[in-house]
């Protein structure tokens, strides 16, 4: 029976793209590199290694210059602000409300941060920039979502516990994000960030991909914020972006357009969430993945 003229029908289901479902997502993000100079550059072994072995993208843009809108665009699916001395409340839809609504569970490791659940910026080389569920009022305003905020020490204790959480939002401090040199090599050239920042992904991020769990189940995301300022493309410059995980497809490469709007409504779908922002009309990524 058709239900009565003045009630709303429901909304439509969240729309999967033919995207599997996913039990463990991480998403990854290093800084301010420019793709075509990074993959397959000697300094880089590890993850370009990573990104040949698996699926990678060589027409995928950041949205904008600088860091912040990036990082809001990766979990709200709006740019929000590009001031990076915002120090406002995002009371906007977002990935931390959408995941805790579905009741899933999340944490953000993030390298350097003082203690569980904090709110504040720095020390250097934490920057609160380069966290964005600092700024959501779902976890600023709730305790409970606050301490999803850790140190990324916290990520070996729970790969050893096997309680990782369903969303996994990883970031290396300023140094190990290939954005400064480090204290004793002040000056460095740019091949030595990106050795930095493979040493760092080969230590860190080597342990969650052979975790037997992950393994069966999980997607490892790994994308830059934005590109050199000297690239404005599409707003923020081509960056490099790797896909990993069992339902990924291997030795696989993208020509297809993606910025990082896609990647969040990657994350929506394959945690099944509804999405938000520029997410829901982004062009979908289910080239990445084995169809059976």
């Avoid at 409300?97 to 490791?109: E, I, M, N, T």
């Avoid at 409970?144 to 204790?157: E, H, I």
């Avoid at 994350?267 to 969430?273: M, N």
Wanted: some cysteine; glycine content about 6%.
């Amino acid at each position: 029976m058709n239900p009565p003229s003045d009630q709303a029908p429901p909304p439509p289901p969240p729309n999967y793209d033919g995207i599997p479902h996913i039990g463990h997502v991480a998403l990854v993000v290093f800084e301010n590199q420019q793709e075509d100079q990074i993959l397959k550059n000697p300094n880089m072994p590890w993850l370009t290694n990573l990104a040949l072995q698996n699926s990678y993208t060589s027409n995928y843009f950041a949205d904008v210059h600088p860091s912040l809108g990036n990082y809001f665009m990766l979990t709200t699916g709006q740019i929000i602000s590009n001031d990076l001395n915002f120090d406002g409340v995002v009371t906007d839809d977002n990935l931390v409300r959408q995941l805790v609504k579905a009741g899933k569970s999340w944490k953000a490791y993030e390298e350097i941060l003082p203690a569980p659940g904090y709110l504040g910026d720095g020390p250097l080389p934490y920057v609160k920039t380069h966290n964005p569920a600092a700024y959501f009022a779902d976890v600023r305003n709730e305790p409970a979502q606050a301490s999803n905020m850790v140190p990324l020490t916290q990520l070996q204790t729970d790969l050893d516990a096997g309680t990782l959480p369903e969303f996994m939002f990883i970031e290396p401090n300023q140094i190990n994000s290939t954005h400064d040199c480090p204290a004793d090599h002040q000056g460095c050239d740019n091949d030595y960030k990106l050795m930095v920042g493979d040493t760092w992904a080969q230590q860190n991020l080597g342990a969650l991909l052979n975790n037997p769990t992950f393994q069966q189940d999980g997607l490892l995301i790994i994308t830059w914020d934005e590109s050199w300022d000297s690239d404005s493309q599409h707003g923020g410059g081509g960056v490099l972006t790797i896909l990993v995980g069992p339902k990924v497809k291997t030795q696989y490469e993208s020509s297809t357009f993606y910025q990082h709007e896609s990647t969040l409504r990657l994350i929506c779908d394959a945690v099944r969430i509804p999405c938000m922002g520029n997410a829901t009309t982004a062009p979908a990524m289910t080239e990445f993945f084995n169809t059976q």
